[in-house]
């Protein structure tokens, strides 16, 4: 009798983990993007009882959404590349060069090419200028992509050699632009400015209610088109209430942002609403953008086919080279976006523009879900990633913790992804609530040595 309770006790455990499983794949829920989303809860949280409430305010807060679009921008391009079992260790520099390259056109008036300058009589002070500098930069970072993918792609050099060269050519390259040596390109154009977020150069209140508005009905719209091409194709559709739900929670989220965090902060200026910052509209439409290009376009569905399996995606007739290739121009170009936007917050351009960067881009990538093993890996999860990271410095600074402490802290979470990932793959699930703990005991104890 009592082997066959147990017997019962454990076909019911069987099916009843069967059927949550079955539940989450009919909802069709990611329950990594779910993880970090309770992981960025927490460290709010604990960050908020640890600085005596100063962590969750609206300033703090809108703050942080402003200092995360940098890298959250460039770890979009950065989950393609290493999908595709690749990496970049040069956009820190390249983000350095750039931002040097665009805000000499608007100081000078000169476009600097790999120590080629040509000066441009009236371009200096116009209107327009910075609309030039920008294209500039994504010119001129579409062709170092374009080079470093060539490399990469058509001549086999690895990656990490290339990119290596590049993180050490592209900084260096900037003492050789236009010939000033160096030295500090300020101030920038009045409108370029507004790329870099500032109380004074945000939506404002009326302008983000009708963003957060667009984006409730984008939201709704995006559930009804992935439910018909779901029925279109005869595949599992959720339940309409499941939807519903996802629906509201989704809206219910962006008007929470919106409302608490954008619309709350008052403009230490003119005391009024200072709305959504433009950075954190940029980074809204390259996520956007960049999830398209991954879910939805050719392009996205041969990058995760060959990460996948680079034999097969070359025998089924990819063309990898090619694909390759462009992953690390677009990758260029999005470095030209965030060295926009850090100039820009700058209001000026310096050498030492973008160091680090390279390793919170490449980390932001990881903690988000992105495999190095290739094929795995997903846009939001790396914007979340991105988040979690300046998150984690933004509440480490609030509480006066050095630098070198910080790094460490850091590179504690990175492993600790790694790590998880690897477990994951090994279908070790059980050691991943364990992994996850040692990673948080030990980043707590070098946090609380670390305190003045």
């Known amino acids: ?55 969750i305010t609206s300033r703090n ?4 959404s402003v200092q995360s679009t940098s890298i959250a921008i460039m770890a979009t391009g950065m989950v393609l590349i290493i ?25 000078q008036g000169m ?31 579409a062709v170092v992509g374009l080079i470093q993918g060539s490399l990469i792609a058509y001549v086999g050099v690895p990656a990490f050699i290339v990119t290596l060269g590049g993180y050490l050519a592209w900084r260096g390259l900037i003492f050789r632009t236009g010939g000033q040596q160096g030295q500090t390109l300020a101030p920038l154009n009045n409108t370029f400015r507004y790329l870099g977020g500032a109380p004074e150069r ?44 996802l629906a509201v929670l989704g809206c219910v989220l962006v008007l929470v942002f919106v409302w608490g965090i954008a619309i709350r902060y008052s403009s230490p200026v003119t005391g ?12 809204i439409g390259v996520t956007a953008l960049m999830t398209y290009l991954a879910r939805r376009r050719r392009f996205g569905r041969y990058v995760y086919a060959y990460g996948g399996n680079p034999e097969a995606a070359e025998l089924g007739g990819i063309n990898t080279r090619r694909t390759v290739m462009l992953t690390f121009v677009l990758m260029g170009m999005l470095c030209a976006v965030s060295g926009a936007i ?25 903690i988000g879900g992105t495999s190095f093993s290739g094929g795995i890996g997903t846009i939001p ?9 300046q998150s984690l410095r933004s509440g480490m600074s609030l509480l006066n913790i050095d630098s070198p402490t910080q790094d460490i802290v850091v590179g504690i979470v990175l492993v600790t992804a790694v790590a998880i990932d690897s477990l994951l793959r090994q279908r070790r699930r059980s050691w991943v609530i364990g992994a996850l703990a040692v990673g948080v005991f030990v980043a707590g104890i070098v946090i609380q040595t670390g305190r003045p």
């Not at 520099?93 to 805000?103: R, V």
């Not at 820009?344 to 881009?361: F, I, M, P, Y």
């Not at 999860?381 to 990271?389: D, E, Q, S």
């Open 1 to 55: 009798m009592n082997q066959e309770a147990d017997a019962v006790g454990t076909a019911r455990e069987v099916a009843d983990k069967r059927s949550w499983q079955d539940f989450g794949r009919t909802l069709d829920l990611d329950t990594r993007l779910l993880g970090m989303l309770a992981a960025i809860g927490v460290i709010w949280v604990g960050f908020h009882l640890m600085s005596d409430g100063s962590f």
């Open 61 to 64: 807060l809108w703050n942080l």
């Open 83 to 107: 999908v595709t079992r690749n990496i970049d260790l040069s956009v820190g520099s390249l983000l350095g060069l750039l931002g040097y390259t665009m805000a000499l056109v608007q100081t």
């Open 111 to 141: 476009i600097s090419v790999f120590g080629f300058d040509i000066t441009i009589d009236g371009l200096k002070g116009q209107w327009f200028t910075w609309i030039v500098a920008i294209a500039v930069g994504l010119a001129l970072g």
């Open 202 to 245: 945000s939506l404002g209140d009326w302008k983000s209610w009708l963003l957060a508005l667009l984006m409730c009905g984008a939201i709704v719209l995006s559930l009804m088109l992935a439910r018909r091409r779901r029925q279109r194709h005869e595949l599992n559709v959720r339940p309409l209430a499941a939807d519903v739900v």
């Open 272 to 283: 009024d609403p200072v709305g959504v910052a433009y950075p954190v509209l940029i980074l």
């Open 342 to 366: 850090q100039t820009a917050r700058l209001n000026s351009a310096t050498t030492n523009l973008g160091v680090q960067n390279e390793l919170d881009v490449i980390a932001a990538a990881v």
């Open 381 to 389: 999860g790396a914007v979340l990633g991105a988040v979690v990271m």
